[in-house]
């Protein structure tokens, strides 16, 4: 199987190194694509060094920070372009582990998607303030209901897409701008009838950097999963898969 892993980045220059040395290390035949939005610390100059020592390590720098909905289309796009059979998405923080992205790969030719769950018997958040839990609980408890997903971390950001299911749920399609993107994509899994497996993972904050989110990626959650839910209950049939 032929896997890239997809990364997005703003701002990581006190984590990716870190970071692309332990996937080349754990996993050192998967491929790996960082999507960076220009950033202005010096994140796209540590990658490109990277890429010059090793050719399973790519860079798509993008002209403007317009979300993580975009720079994962993007990624995703390049990579069906190039025919890998698996995509990962994994943040370049540090929180997710490279021990669960190999627990992950390890099941994922079994299953259509396959999520790192932090809300599964078994998943751990670590580090985080409880305001960001319960915004994370919240979030994945209001998400399930308004859009009657099964899936228990609905907003998780580490995930492996078969190249075939990317396509199915018409992922390229979706159009979330902010964290909601993951919430979007597991309704278009849900339904286009994809099997999923949840794994548990142990999520750690980062030590380093600043997390990304704000109140306008909240906004735009909190607001599409309401237009959703309710759009989904008036019409009675699928929100995004025909
Ligand atoms: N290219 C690009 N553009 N990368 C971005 C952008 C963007 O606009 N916004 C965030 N990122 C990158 C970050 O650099 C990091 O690698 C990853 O996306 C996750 O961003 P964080 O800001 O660290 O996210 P978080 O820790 O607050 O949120 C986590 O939980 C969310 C809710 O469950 C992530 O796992 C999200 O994916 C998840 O949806
Ligand atoms: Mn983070």
């Known amino acids: 199987m032929t896997t890239i892993i997809i990364i997005p980045t703003f701002n990581e220059a006190e984590n990716i190194a870190k970071l692309l040395r332990d996937i080349v290390v754990a996993a050192p035949d998967v491929h790996v694509l960082v999507v960076d939005d220009s950033s202005t610390d010096g994140t796209p100059d540590i990658i490109h060094r990277f890429t010059l020592e090793n050719r399973h390590i790519h860079l798509l720098v993008r002209p403007n920070k317009t979300g993580l909905g975009d720079a994962y289309r993007a990624g995703f796009a390049w990579a069906i372009e190039r025919a890998y059979e698996a995509v990962v998405q994994m943040d370049a923080d540090g929180s997710h582990r490279v021990a669960d992205l190999v627990t992950l790969l390890d099941v994922a030719n079994s299953f259509d998607v396959v999520i790192g769950s932090r809300w599964v018997k078994g998943g751990k958040i670590m580090n985080w303030p409880a305001k960001r839990y319960l915004l994370s609980k919240l979030g994945n408890i209001y998400g399930r209901l308004m859009l009657r997903i099964a899936i228990k971390d609905a907003t998780a950001g580490f995930r492996v897409y078969s190249r075939q299911a990317l396509e199915n749920a018409q992922i390229l399609n979706s159009t979330s701008q902010g964290y909601v993107f993951q919430l979007e994509n597991s ?25 990304k989110m704000n109140a306008s990626i909240v906004k735009e959650a909190m607001l599409k999963v309401t237009f959703w839910g309710l759009r989904g209950r008036i019409l009675g049939h699928n929100l995004f898969i025909k």
């Open 187 to 211: 309704v278009r899994v849900s339904e286009a009838k994809l099997s999923v497996q949840e794994i548990p993972i142990t999520f750690v904050e980062r030590e380093f950097g600043e997390s």
